[in-house]
């Protein structure tokens, strides 16, 4: 990742950061009968980006790469045999230490510090960890306690109508709390499948005007190999 161009800050020489990250995740899914229709519920775990720190530089400490966790629910269920809806739902939640409340001098508005010359955490935890315990401290490491853990979480919901398996409409929305990256946002798509190709699009509506995610269009191409070996047999 080179994002600093090997630009010099602070009479300090940039470089690319490097890591290495995987991921880990499983996906369950259940056929059942609603009333005659056939009808699926799906749930989905992923934790990505499980992998070491990276630092820009040779001499600052290094940071976390964005570790995720992701928790998702979805219901789809036949309407007739030409139309399906579904229904999805997910959480996320960052796996990488909470920046803690640092102790400050209160006639010199100075942060103090410990003996060894370390700033003295007032709240919230040491975020100075290794990538292991940074994901398990991640879950009760928040200042203010429970409160500010739960805004950590980011919802996204949407819904899914299909037409003979073929043309599809979407809607959905994604919340992310004020003071944890604010990002709010419908989103509009389409999506046309064939038997071996298929195209969705989807249209970011921001909840906020000069929103960097606004006129944002999303493009994604799936090609179904299994579809493909059966036209050639």
Do not use: C
Not at 170 to 194: I, Q, S
């Amino acid at each position: 990742s080179n994002l600093t161009g090997n630009q010099i800050f602070n009479a300090t020489e940039s470089n690319a950061g490097q890591s290495v990250a995987g991921d880990v995740s499983l996906y369950y899914q259940k056929p059942f009968d609603l009333q005659g229709n056939d009808a699926t519920f799906a749930f989905g775990a992923n934790i990505s980006n499980i992998g070491a720190k990276i630092s820009y530089t040779e001499t600052i400490q290094k940071d976390f790469i964005p570790t995720n966790l992701r928790l998702g629910f979805g219901f789809e269920t036949e309407i007739d045999k030409y139309n399906t809806i579904g229904f999805m739902i997910d959480f996320n939640k960052l796996l990488v230490p909470t920046p803690p409340i640092y102790l400050k001098n209160d006639s010199t508005g100075q942060f103090e510090r410990d003996a060894t010359g370390e700033f003295i955490i007032e709240k919230g935890k040491n975020p100075n960890v290794g990538v292991v315990t940074g994901i398990f401290q991640s879950f009760s490491d928040a200042p203010y306690g429970l409160k500010e853990e739960i805004r950590e979480i980011s919802l996204g919901f949407g819904a899914e109508y299909w037409y003979q398996e073929q043309f599809a409409f979407r809607t959905g929305y994604f919340h992310e709390h004020a003071t944890k990256g604010n990002r709010k946002y419908f989103t509009l798509g389409v999506g046309l499948k064939l038997n071996v190709f298929g195209i969705d699009i989807a249209y970011l509506i921001p909840v906020e005007q000069q929103n960097p995610l606004q006129n944002t269009l999303r493009f994604s191409l799936t090609f179904n190999f299994e579809q493909l070996s059966s036209a050639l047999n």
